[in-house]
């Protein structure tokens, strides 16, 4: 990436994203065929996240005009979780189906540098920016870490239900109808975990 700071080029270079990711599962059908169960278990090693990141500064110059973001590698993360869905086969007119999914994504060593001046995020004794150039380097390096927030725009919970009907009309046609419930639990619009979007819950009839 190549952008200009006081018309000085500058390259950004960022290393590749790793994750291990480690997955069991089962699946199993009633011998009626009323239920069938699909079950996962799952957890994800993520290192080397890349995200962007806002600089106002770079080398105690200021940036140009608006302050661009760069992508940067900003540490680690274990995302955890497990996900349950159900069939259901009522009769030959009558299905059904639900889901429910919980997940942990935390960040484990995580670090966002234009996040360093924050109050939230400053280091503990660097509430005000130390006179000493030393000292000042030394909070600016300590500050800014949101190891142990969740990741960004990932609920913890979600849900969904299903109900559908299909059976002959007349002729060629059929009558159909479905009903479907979802519902996704709050979820942090940034790694700060400083803003929230709350639950929601959306119902589709057709």
């Known amino acids: 990436l190549t952008t200009r700071c006081t018309d000085i080029p500058l ?12 997955e069991f599962g089962a699946k199993g059908v009633t011998a009626d065929g009323f239920l069938a169960v ?4 799952y957890r ?3 290192s080397d996240m890349v995200l962007p990141e806002v600089v106002t500064s770079i080398e105690g110059r200021p940036t140009a005009g608006s ?4 992508n940067r590698n900003i540490g680690d993360a274990t995302i955890k979780g497990w996900e349950l869905a159900a069939d259901l086969r009522f009769n030959d007119a009558w299905t059904g189906r639900i889901t429910t999914a919980y997940t942990d994504a935390q960040l484990d060593s995580a670090r966002i540098g234009s996040f360093q001046y924050w109050p939230s995020f400053r280091a503990p004794g660097c509430a005000s920016v130390p006179s000493d150039p030393a000292d000042a380097n030394a909070c600016d390096a300590a500050s800014g870490f949101v190891s142990g927030n969740q990741v960004l ?3 913890p919970w979600t849900f969904s239900g299903s109900l559908s009907y299909k059976a002959p009309a007349f002729g060629d046609w059929d ?3 479905r009903g479907d419930v979802t519902w996704r639990d709050s979820w942090y619009i940034g790694n700060d975990n ?3 979007i709350p639950d929601n819950t959306k119902v589709n009839l057709r």
């Open 11 to 22: 390259i950004v270079s960022v290393d590749p994203e790793k994750n291990v990711t480690t």
């Open 38 to 41: 699909d079950l996962a278990v």
């Open 44 to 46: 994800i090693d993520w």
């Open 67 to 70: 302050p661009p973001a760069f």
């Open 153 to 155: 725009r990932v609920s």
């Open 175 to 177: 009558l159909f109808a």
């Open 194 to 196: 400083l803003g929230v």
